[in-house]
Nanobody, 127 residues
């Protein structure tokens, strides 16, 4: 069973930046398509960004396009989510999700496409 570990959350002010990282314990993350989702208090979990296994494809939600960037770091064996120009509405628990993709190469926006989930990282943005 794959174990996903998120890191990099925290408390920042509006306009600040953060970088979240996702690693899969004991696994090479380049074999997996990876997505980031978030859930704010009292709201449903929503898609944020996704990257395909080869990094050829990425997808972003409309609310983060132009501010967030998802990328792979093969040296660190992580998938990172750079969060710039943060807003109070970005406050949420951010979850990394992964699916093993031996064939095909897509960046799914659907949480049902992912088999493995991390415990989440809290991001709090104050105004």
């Amino acid at each position: 069973q794959e174990q996903l570990v998120e890191s990099g959350g925290g408390l920042v002010q509006a306009g600040d930046s953060l970088r979240l990282s996702c690693a899969i314990s004991g696994r090479t993350i380049s074999y997996y398509g990876v997505g980031w989702f978030r859930q704010a208090p009292g709201k449903r979990r929503e898609f944020v960004a996704a990257i395909s296994r080869t990094a050829r494809y990425t997808n972003y939600s409309d609310s983060v396009t132009g501010r967030f960037t998802i990328s792979r770091d093969s040296a660190q064996n992580t998938v990172n989510l750079q969060l710039n120009n943060l807003k109070p509405t970005d406050t949420a628990v951010y979850y990394c999700a992964a699916r093993l993709t031996a064939f095909g190469d897509s960046a799914s926006v659907h949480d049902s496409a992912y088999d493995y989930w991390g415990q989440g990282a809290q991001v709090t943005v104050s105004s």
